[in-house]
């Protein structure tokens, strides 16, 4: 691994010994995937969060002790000080003011918000989404960065044009107190050629329709990259959102192409470079019924909890659940639970789109989600959701039955109490 001048200082110690040991973790880990040098990132988003309750334990002895082992590897207590770089919180498992409605007991809350505390002293962003830039942290087009959390990558790699692998606690601590993350994969220009081409031959419109072919992109390429070809929609922040995420849910796509759409190829010929251009895989009428199918896991239609916010909401989002909401009442045997940032739940409440989910009985919920909280309802034993990403996750991790379907069709089943959506 070459090394610049200021790279070696902080490895031999001349900036601290938390630098030291960042440096010296990336040193390692840029080794091992074959990268020969580091690449220098002003953006970094991570996990940093201490309020869990697998590191409980150890955060009660002292919070530099987690950052020291979980995001920096470390068995030493390692005293961290401010970050050198710009550098988030990504989602958490807690909401500070809904606790108690997620089931997370008050000692987990409490030591949420010192985790908190902790963290803005040092300089971390308590952002607290999986959408960093939804509420400010947009990378522009060619800007290194270390991001984790899949659906946050894609977006940041395809949709803005910046560069990031997915990366881990490990070297995302790192990365926060050198400003550097090795040069490899998706920060290298040769790497970011389309690998696959996939025909568009039937009308992708709404969001939940988006996630879809998302959800079949993932299948179809696995942890490659596509291009794309056919789409007649020009697509929004949310319906990207969505695709990507699912994408990255049934499989592991960082990046994609979309000639006229993202920014990084204009033409098919400059989204596959030196790569020949491979027989296309064909997303129609079938494959997307198929597709869509795939997505319901659940016979039951009687429904227990209704999930809204995955990836977390934009306010355009909550504005369409207040509008579907508004005047009614959702039954009183289902939950309904709404994500978004807590940037854009400050603006949901001015707009009064939160008196309105909660007069129908919803809660609007922020810095969590069920996946990363594994937090649902008591007694839920069916779901249903407009994310594709959450539809594929949830059913798992929280062992229930799970229906996917459009955000109307969503609303209308919390307020009927049974899943009402059909495959489109
Ligand atoms: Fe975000 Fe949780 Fe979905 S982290 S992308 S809301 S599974």
């Known amino acids: 691994m070459r090394l610049t001048d200021h790279e070696r200082a902080m490895l031999d110690g001349g900036h601290g010994e938390a630098a030291a040991r960042a440096m010296d973790l990336l040193v390692r880990y840029g080794e091992a995937l074959g990268a020969e040098r580091l690449v220098e990132t002003r953006n970094v988003a991570g996990a940093f969060n201490a309020s869990t309750p697998s590191v409980r334990e150890i955060a009660e002895d002292s919070l530099d002790r987690v950052f020291s082992e979980l995001n920096l590897d470390s068995d030493d207590v390692i005293e961290i000080p401010h970050v050198a770089v710009p550098t988030c919180q990504l989602i958490t498992g807690i909401d500070n003011d809904n606790f108690a409605t997620q089931g997370v007991d008050p000692e987990l809350a409490d030591l949420q918000l010192r985790s908190e505390q902790y963290l803005g002293k040092r300089g971390i962003n308590l952002m607290c989404t999986c959408t960093p830039y939804q509420v400010g942290n947009v990378p522009v087009m060619g800007e290194h960065c270390a991001w984790m959390e899949s659906s946050a990558v894609i977006y940041a790699n395809s949709v803005l044009g910046a560069r990031t692998n997915v990366e881990g606690k490990e070297s995302t601590g790192a990365a926060a107190l050198t400003g550097r993350i090795p040069y490899w994969g998706l920060h290298c220009p040769e790497n970011r050629f389309a690998q696959h081409l996939i025909r568009v031959e039937t009308e992708v419109g709404d969001m939940a329709?988006?996630?879809?072919?998302g959800y079949f992109t993932g299948f179809a390429v696995e942890e490659e990259i596509p291009a794309f070809e056919g789409l007649t929609d020009q697509p929004s922040l949310v319906k990207l959102k969505h695709f990507g995420a699912a994408a990255a849910s049934s499989g592991g796509v960082e990046l994609y192409h979309m000639p006229g759409i993202t920014p990084e190829a204009a033409s098919l010929d400059a989204a596959f470079g030196p790569n020949a251009r491979p027989e296309p895989a064909v997303y129609g009428a079938a494959e997307r019924r198929r597709t869509w199918e795939r997505l319901q896991?659940?016979?039951?239609?009687?429904?227990?909890?209704?999930?809204l916010g995955c990836p977390h909401n934009s306010i355009e989002q909550m504005a369409?659940?207040?509008?579907?909401?508004?005047?009614?009442?959702?039954?009183?045997?289902?939950?309904?639970?709404?994500?978004?940032?807590?940037?854009i739940r400050q603006v949901a409440d001015r707009s009064g789109y939160t008196a309105i989910i909660e007069a129908a009985g919803g809660v609007v919920m922020s810095d969590t989600c069920p996946s990363i909280s594994r937090k649902v309802p008591a007694g839920t034993r069916v779901?249903?959701?407009?994310?594709?990403?959450?539809?594929?996750?949830?059913?798992?991790?929280?062992?229930?039955?799970?229906?996917?379907g459009s955000v109307e069709q969503c609303v209308n089943s919390a307020i009927a109490g049974e899943w009402l959506g059909v495959v489109q």
């Open 209 to 213: 329709e988006w996630g879809v072919l």
């Open 297 to 307: 896991n659940a016979s039951d239609r009687k429904l227990d909890f209704v999930m």
């Open 320 to 343: 369409l659940i207040a509008e579907l909401l508004d005047g009614k009442r959702i039954h009183s045997d289902t939950e309904l639970w709404v994500h978004t940032p807590s940037a």
């Open 383 to 404: 779901i249903a959701t407009d994310s594709a990403k959450q539809a594929h996750y949830l059913p798992a991790i929280a062992k229930v039955q799970g229906w996917f």
